[in-house]
T-cell receptor, first 113, second 114 residues
Framework: AQSVTQLGSHVSVSEGALVLLRCNYS??????LFWYVQYPNQGLQLLLK??????LVKGINGFEAEFKKSETSFHLTKPSAHMSDAAEYFC???????????FGTGTRLKVLA | DTGVSQDPRHKITKRGQNVTFRCDPI?????LYWYRQTLGQGPEFLTY????????KSRLLSDRFSAERPKGSFSTLEIQRTEQGDSAMYLC????????????FGPGTRLTVL
């Protein structure tokens, strides 16, 4: 079965520091991959998606992610954290041949002043 | 394009009562999805519609749950004889027929079963 693993349920970074949120997926066929952000009591907002085009994907708010097939990873990065980045981040996979998403358990990002 | 809307945003009910949630997708999106999110977890897929046809249901969707999408527009999710374990955020999403199937999520309905 397809799965998504997000290492680190909580990550803290200082304002201005690099943000790195990890996501690994299990799939024999490269799927579609997504990163979503969720602010308290809100729905999910798409940050970026990988759809088998460029392996380095740029998203909104300065985030980007790199698809590495050999490592089955799709880590999310941002060069410089901002206080407004504090939120929960979810990695999701849409396996080939299906339309549903399978989400990881999420990583709560805390940005320290 | 006003985004995906859900109603109500919050629902508190007593165990054993029935509840119904509504989702209005983005206009012209023919696919509609329901997910359930419990505290500290990622959303879990419940069911999906293409137009008015319900094409996939998760094993999480017990016989107390039913979803409809009459006329292929809005959708309703009903939970009968609610249990405390049903307490969760219920998320609706929609996606267009073409493209890379990006799902756009609504704000969710938070259900609390007392």
């Amino acid at each position: 079965a397809q799965s998504v693993t997000q290492l680190g349920s909580h990550v803290s970074v200082s304002e201005g520091a690099l943000v790195l949120l990890r996501c690994n997926y299990s799939s024999s066929v490269p799927p579609y991959l997504f990163w979503y952000v969720q602010y308290p009591n809100q729905g999910l907002q798409l940050l970026l998606k990988y759809t088998s085009a460029a392996t380095l994907v740029k998203g909104i708010n300065g985030f980007e992610a790199e698809f590495k097939k050999s490592e089955t990873s799709f880590h999310l990065t941002k060069p410089s954290a901002h206080m407004s980045d504090a939120a929960e981040y979810f990695c999701a996979v849409s396996p080939s041949g299906t339309y549903k998403y399978i989400f990881g358990t999420g990583t709560r990002l805390k940005v320290l002043a | 394009d006003t985004g995906v809307s859900q109603d109500p945003r919050h629902k508190i009910t007593k165990r054993g009562q029935n509840v119904t949630f509504r989702c209005d997708p983005i206009s012209e999106h023919n696919r509609l999805y329901w997910y359930r999110q419990t505290l500290g977890q990622g959303p879990e897929f419940l069911t999906y519609f293409q137009n008015e046809a319900q094409l996939e249901k998760s094993r999480l969707l017990s016989d107390r749950f039913s979803a409809e999408r009459p006329k292929g527009s809005f959708s309703t999710l009903e939970i009968q004889r609610t249990e405390q374990g049903d307490s969760a955020m219920y998320l609706c999403a929609s996606s267009p027929r073409v493209g890379t199937d990006t799902q756009y999520f609504g704000p969710g309905t938070r259900l609390t079963v007392l």
